[in-house]
């Protein structure tokens, strides 16, 4: 079974808003990973953990805080955002250490509107 | 530096035409993963296929196939009689050795079969 969830399916939030986005996989995959899509383009990677500890930040601004709780759960904590973050957050996970050779499995997204 | 090119940004066909869709990539690496990816209009990315840089062997998968030619670097996918269900985004992507699970995606191609 290939499934990752992701809540909210929606989010509004204004600019002085704290939220978060949760990620959840049962797959027993140790690697779970963020990304960023704008329309019509596709995905950029934000943040990838491995084993619950952060491997890849791809520069990605403060007001952006990623959590790895524990291996079948990830966050992305969210505050002060800016309306040119609003877009479809999507989560992954592979099964094992994030690689070259791993399938990564996605959830189906949050769209953020940030006003 | 790791690119994938997508050259046909959207397609439209009538149900039940065969459609190819092209892949071009650009690694130094040879070791390396190729991937399909579909997004329908709900947002999720859909994993279709893997393949890596040392099998060649081309893939039938129901009206799915997909032709891998190192030789000019391309991975391009073919639906067979395509359905409706069939309109989505789909993606192309390459992981390469070294990068940390990092895919790098082409930009899609948008396709649009109509009854």
């Known amino acids: 079974d290939t499934e990752v969830t992701q809540t909210p399916k929606h989010l509004v939030m204004g600019m002085t808003n704290k939220k978060s986005l949760k990620c959840e996989q049962h797959?027993?995959?140790?690697?779970m990973y963020w990304y960023k899509q704008k329309a019509k383009k596709p995905p950029e990677l934000m943040f990838v953990?491995?084993?619950?500890?952060?491997?890849i930040n791809e520069s990605v601004p403060s007001r952006f805080s990623p959590e790895c709780p524990n291996s079948s759960l990830l966050n992305l904590h969210l505050h002060a955002l800016q309306p040119e973050d609003s877009a479809l957050y999507l989560c992954?996970?592979?099964?094992?250490?994030?690689?070259?050779?791993?399938?990564?499995?996605f959830g189906p997204g949050t769209r953020l509107l940030v006003l | 530096a790791q690119k994938v090119t997508q050259a046909q940004t959207e397609i439209s066909v009538v149900e039940k035409e065969d459609v190819t869709l092209d892949c071009v990539y650009e690694?130094?690496?040879?070791?390396?993963?190729l991937f399909w990816y579909k997004q329908p209009p709900s947002g999720e990315l859909v994993f279709l296929i893997r393949?890596?840089?040392?099998?060649?062997q081309n893939e039938i998968s129901g009206r799915y196939s997909w032709n891998f030619q190192k030789s000019t670097s391309s991975f391009n996918f073919t639906i067979t009689a395509s359905q409706v269900v069939d309109s989505a985004v789909y993606f192309c992507?390459?992981?390469?050795?070294?990068?940390?699970?990092?895919?790098?995606f082409g930009q899609g191609t948008e396709l649009s079969v109509k009854p």
């Open positions: 992954a996970s592979s099964q094992g250490l994030a690689g070259y050779q791993e399938t990564q499995y």
């Open positions: 797959m027993g995959h140790r690697a």
């Open positions: 953990y491995s084993y619950e500890k952060l491997s």
């Open positions: 690694t130094r690496d040879t070791t390396y993963y």
């Open positions: 393949r890596n840089s040392f099998d060649e």
């Open positions: 992507a390459l992981s390469a050795n070294n990068q940390g699970g990092k895919l790098i």
